[in-house]
């Protein structure tokens, strides 16, 4: 199995008079998180650690903090990237962990329905997620929400699979080339140029 690893981690401070957004829910909470977008600390750290895993950069690449198309932004739409860039270089998500670090409010009785939910924005089964939380002892960081985020990718085309794949393009190339030399007795056809194959198995990335 080919697999890579992606890490990802971010932090918002609280702040009162906006609404509270983490795993894509919004959370009953006197503070929110501020950010140039929702401040979903765990979606930011979850999409950094896709990018990272296929070596695509990291969401202030794509989606600088400045501009303001992004101001408010339900920050799915980072996740939706990563995930069509994790498509594009050939992986899946094998699972994805996350630690939240924050004072309150408390993670746990609400951590089932943060994981339905981040796997129905990952699409992925919920048992490949899995969210914990923990309170910042001793930092002094009670007004600030970190997320750390590590995600396992596997390729979507393992070396079987490709191997196969070839061994059926050889075939049909080498069925292609007897007919064409049988064409080439019988009638005097010439042969045509032979086909190169559709990819290159090592260039698949
Ligand atoms: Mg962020």
């Known amino acids: 199995m ?34 140039h977008s929702d401040g979903d600390v765990l979606l930011h750290a979850i999409t950094d650690a896709l990018l990272g895993a296929v070596a695509a950069g990291d969401i202030g690449s794509f989606f600088p903090p400045g501009d303001p198309r992004w101001k408010n932004a339900d ?12 498509e594009h ?20 009785p609400i951590a089932g329905d943060m994981r339905s939910r981040v796997a129905d924005l ?26 750390h985020a590590v995600a396992l990718v596997e390729r979507t085309l393992d070396e079987d699979d490709l191997k196969s794949m070839s061994a059926v393009i050889e075939s049909q190339r080498q069925l292609e ?12 056809v010439p042969k045509k140029r032979t086909i190169a194959p559709i990819f290159d198995t090592e260039d698949i990335t």
């Open 89 to 108: 270089a050939g992986y899946k998500i094998v699972n994805v962990d996350t630690t939240l670090v924050l004072a309150s409010p408390k993670i746990a």
């Open 75 to 86: 920050s799915a739409i980072f996740l939706r990237l990563a995930l069509e860039e994790l």
């Open 2 to 35: 080919d697999t890579r690893i992606g890490f990802g981690w971010d932090s918002h401070a609280f702040k009162p008079g906006v609404p509270l957004r983490i795993g894509g829910m919004t959370i009953d909470h006197p503070e929110g998180l501020a950010g």
């Open 177 to 188: 080339d007897v007919v064409e030399d049988l064409l080439s007795q019988v009638h005097g």
């Open 122 to 147: 990952l699409g992925v089964e919920m048992s490949q997620v899995s969210i914990k939380a923990k309170t910042p002892e001793g930092l002094n960081l009670d007004g600030v929400a970190q997320c």
